[in-house]
């Protein structure tokens, strides 16, 4: 039975949605920020129930995340209800062959390279008395686009290291972004603030 405040687990168990989207849907404003941070982190209430309406309305519906951010933003509690009710019905909510989302495009690139690695090379009719060298497997992700463009270019030293921002979503279209590392409860003290301005911009604030 899963309990008042859920944990990340929970909620994966409870719905059969993968905690890595689960994570996603939180970064891109369609659920709510956890309670607490850390590996112990709790979730609101509604949480579940917010998971299984964006199912209904993603699979059942067929609409796009980006019609569900806007639903998720003016529909009533009651229609949040609706919405997961249809979800809790369904079975099978994650296709074996599904793309994974955003969150884990670096895993699915991984994933895609391992098994290119793994697949055996097809045996030469006329063996040769030469070693075979070991084929290469073809560059994906960040590594193609890095091959392409710096074609016939010469590499660049390094000149400055990246900035460190920290981007806490509000809503689909608002978040707060600070520019530099911050002790932990400075984030934390801002992470309350961009829940309290979600409340104000949904009309949950009284």
Known sequence: ????????????????????????????????APLNRGPAARYPAETLERIFAIC?????????????????????????EAYALKGKGMEHRRPAAAAPDAAGALDYIGSLRAKIAATPARADPAPSPAPTPAIRPPALGFEALENRLGEGRRRPPRKSL????????????????????????????????ADYIRDILLGRDK
């Open 1 to 32: 039975m899963i309990t008042e405040t859920p944990s990340l687990s929970e909620l994966a168990a409870a719905s059969g949605v993968e905690a890595r989207t689960i994570r996603s849907w939180v970064a891109q404003g369609l659920l709510p």
């Open 56 to 80: 209904a309305m993603r699979e059942t519906l067929g609409m796009p995340m980006a019609e569900i951010r806007k639903e998720l933003l003016v529909a009533s509690p009651d229609k949040i």
């Open 162 to 193: 990246a900035e460190t921002w920290l981007h806490i979503p509000v809503t689909p279209d608002v978040s707060l972004s600070v520019r530099g590392p911050l002790e932990a409860e400075q984030q934390v003290r801002l992470e309350r603030c």
